[in-house]
């Protein structure tokens, strides 16, 4: 099905410079799109903020000094972010674009991975979570959705410090929460305290995805889940994928 259709911002040219092409995926926070920088003719990612966050001033503001921050992150592993505008009611960042797949889609294709293949794809992410670290940085939103695998099997880390994991947003899906939640340290659950542990934590929950095809804590609410996280063991991979 073509998402495209209907929304409005494709073939809208924003700040007079990126021409928006095609979405390419909607979270909970942003919908990202293809675009191309007409000034330097080539193609990035625009991520522009939903209406109802982008009126929040405070939030536009933690928004952009986050985006400066991550501009400043400088890693083969890290999407890197090339400028943040305003136009009208769209505030947007100008990403790094990476023909290819998530982490996700791999997933859902391919079930569980080989351990090699596995370590192939986690060795980059640490890499770029490390550099993040020594910057000051958080991702605290580790998942397969943010981690891209390009075309060229290039591995990169997105969305770096500008989510939160803790969606405070009660509309979203069950879906998307339960999504969110899988990967959540317990320290994030029980006090929303995120330093780089809360990276190493949910880093290792993918591992166990990669490894085992599922993840290790299940549920059919998030409430399920979460009271997993806080009192249930991870079972060895053994247990799913015998050797």
Known sequence: MDTTLGDPLVGHTLDGRYRVEARIAVGGMATVYRALDTRLDRVLAVKVMHPG???DTAFVERFIREAKSVARLDHPNVVGVYDQGTDGPYVYL???YVPGCTLR???????????????DILEPVLAALGAAHLAGLVHR???PENVLIGDDGRVKVADFGLVRAVDTDTTAST???LGTVSYLAPEQLEHGTADPRVDVYACGVVLYE???GAK????????QVLYQH?????PPPSAAVPG
């Open 94 to 96: 100008a990403m790094e």
């Open 230 to 234: 806080l009192h249930a063991d991870v």
């Open 53 to 55: 966050l982008a009126a």
């Open 141 to 143: 939103d580790m998942k």
């Open 105 to 119: 889609d791999v997933l859902r294709e391919r079930g569980a991975l080989q351990p090699r293949a596995a370590l």
């Open 210 to 212: 990669m490894l085992t």
């Open 175 to 177: 879906g998307s929460v």
């Open 216 to 223: 290790p804590h299940t549920g059919s609410t998030p409430a």
